[in-house]
Structure formats: C-alpha cells, structure tokens
C-alpha cells in the first residue's frame, strides 16, 4: 500500500482535528476538499494569514495546514491514495457524488465514523460510475471529542479513545491499512472482520435515540430553565436503562440469527451495550454493576446535557439535534431494515423510531412496516437494490 497523497474532506471540528494530526506523522502530500458553501475561500484566506493550524490536546500543541485546498474535486482528489471524510453521515454520499468522477482506480475512501449502511451508498456510488476498484472503509468512531475554537487556526481536542474499530471492502486490505491508519492518526486501530459489525456495533443508534426518547416521551413540550436541562447520560433513570437493554437485546438477536443463518460470518465484536461501556471506559466507570450505574458513574459522561434549544428565556428539546438527525436514519433505521431482512421483530425499536421520527416531523414506519415518506431519506439497503441478507453479508 503506497499512500503519497491523503485528501481530507470537510471542514468541520473532525477535520479540523486530522490535519495537524495527520501533518505530524505523515510527510507526503495532504489536500483538503472543502466543497460545502465558501468554506474553501474562507480556510484559504484565514489559514494564509496564520499560516499553520493548531491543536491542543492537554498540555501539547502540534502545527499543521494543509499543501492544497479546493472547493473543486478535481483539484485536490485526482492524486489522492487515500482519501478520508470526517462528515456527519448525512453529506457522506453528496460528497462522494463530488469525488468519484476524479477517483484513481486504486484509491482508498473512508468514512470516519461510518456509522450505518456506509458500505451500500458507497459501493452504489462507485458501481454506477464504474469505479469499482476503489476500495472503501469505515471507522466505528471517530478517535477525538474535538471543537473549533477559531476556524482555520485553532482546535481544542478534548478526549482522545484508547483505540478505535474499522472495517474495510475488500477485507483483505484491512490489517495493512489500519496499520498505516494507526501510524498516521497516532492511535490502535483495531481491524474488524467486516462492515456489517460496524453498523450492528454502532451504540450511537442505541444510546442518542434511546436515552432522548426516555427523557421526552410525554415532555415533548417542557420548557428548561438553564439550570434544569436534563443530564443527559447521568439522566439515565432505571425505566430509560430497561429501553436501552431491550433495544440492544433485539440488536443481538438480529445478530444471532444472522451468525445462525451464516457459520462463516464474524460478528464477534458486536457487543451489548454494557460490555461495551465496561470495555470502551473501563477506568472511568465508578460502578459496572448495572447498566443505569454505567452511565451515572462514567466520569466522561460527567455533566453532558441533553441537546437543547434556546426559546426567550427557556430552553426546549432540540429534535433536529445530532443525536437523530444522524442517529435514527443513519443507524437505527438500517437495523431496523437490515432485521427485516432476517425477518426479526423489534418492537422496542420500532417504538423509539416511531416516536422519535414525529418530533423530527419525519416519517421511516408505518407501524412496523418501512413504508413511511421519508424512508428513501435513509441508508437502509433496500434503497441501494439490496434485499436479501446474504448480499449484506458480503460486505
Ligand atoms: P461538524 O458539524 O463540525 O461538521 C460540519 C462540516 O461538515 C461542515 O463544516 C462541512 O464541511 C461538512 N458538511 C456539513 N453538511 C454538509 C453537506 N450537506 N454537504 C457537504 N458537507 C457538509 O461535525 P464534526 O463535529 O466534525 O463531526 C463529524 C462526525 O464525527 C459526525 O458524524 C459526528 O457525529 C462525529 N463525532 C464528532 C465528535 C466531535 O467531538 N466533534 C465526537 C464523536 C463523533
């Protein structure tokens, strides 16, 4: 694997974060693709005047800026070997629209996090434009808590993940790469044996929706004042810890079944979701007892609040927040597709979707059917022409 050239996309808190980063452990060329508004114009103009862009994890800072910027593929993606999209999963697929056409044929394009269902727009993509030798990964999550402080100069990285999965297509490109991605990321990357897991393993579609659907079904219409917003993960009461096991209970019956259905297929690191938290935060749980103790005495989780917005001088529930936006079509719902498929029922699921879709004025059921008008918004496989549970297995 000859990685010359790496192109970063977007220009967010995440790709932010990655240029300094990448910078300090990678000596080859590194572009930046900003198709999104006048961010291209902007990063160009401030990062001129700076000249370099700084991180700050801890007590460190570390310099980079990129070699070239473009609003337009063909400048800054005809030479990549690699290319990586730190993006919300809701512009993975405009964005990969925009590139494709100027894709090398052996070129490298991930999804950092992928979240759900990244696998069948990506290779849809690529198939209709003949680019079929591209390869593609995903990333469970993304390795860093991070925010802008200045944009173009300045990123705080507040939290950095002891290690962090990825899965690639082909499969067999996957230790090689998440070796090179480790060196120029500064962290374990833990190869998965394939992208399924990623979607199955995405604790993002358990954890937003379902602990928002606990602390707003029947108080959609509470006003907070500032000092009430609800915690959000040390607001997990005993009732919201239930939903969250049952929902992660039907997660690992769908994949049950599909080990079933399939002897060859490795799901080993789908987890439920208080293994997952004892294993992603083993030291700063206080208490692993129960899964409602993971939560309240997990010290990262220490003080995080529910996503709200400002209404005069009080706060309401924020339903266009993250945490369904990109959660619920983006993960939940492909689940919830892919379990048809198998032919599993997840009635605890479906509840949350159903209930969480009205306060986003989105429609993914119709009871338990995926026949709701805005279901073709989602990354379910049946929108990519996939329909049986054998061709998701490939992958
Ligand atoms: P962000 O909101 O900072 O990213 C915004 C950027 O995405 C924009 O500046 C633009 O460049 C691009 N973008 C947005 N909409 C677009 C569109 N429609 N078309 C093309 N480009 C568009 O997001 P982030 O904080 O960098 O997060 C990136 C991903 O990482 C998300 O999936 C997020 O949930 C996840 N994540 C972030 C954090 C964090 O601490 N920032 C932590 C965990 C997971």
Redesign the pocket.
Known sequence: MRIKTITI?????????MIPIIRDHFSGQLNFF????D?ANHFQKLIDGKKTLTATIGEKEIYGRPDKVSKFAKDVCKEADLILM??????HE??LLKIVPFLKEEAIIGA??A?SGFEYAALKILKDSKKEKVKIFGMQ??P?????KEYAVSVNI??KKKSVGMAAFPHKITPELASFLSRVLDLKIEPLPNMLTLTLANV?QIIHPGIMYGLFKEKEKVFYKKETIPLFYQGVTKEIAEILEAMSGEILRLTEKIKALHKNVNLDHVLGLQEWLIYSYEDSIADKSTLQNCFVTNSAYQGLRAPVKKDDDYFLPDFQA?YLT?DVPYGLVVTKAIAQLAKIDMPIIDEVILTVSKWMQKEYLIGEYLKGKNIKETRIPQNYGINCIEEIMRY
């Open positions: 996309c977007g220009g967010g808190n995440a790709a932010h974060a900003l198709p999104f508004r961010e730190p993006l919300p999963a809701f512009a405009q964005t950092i996090p979240r999550t993304l860093w808590a991070c925010r802008i507040l939290g993002g993250r990109e």
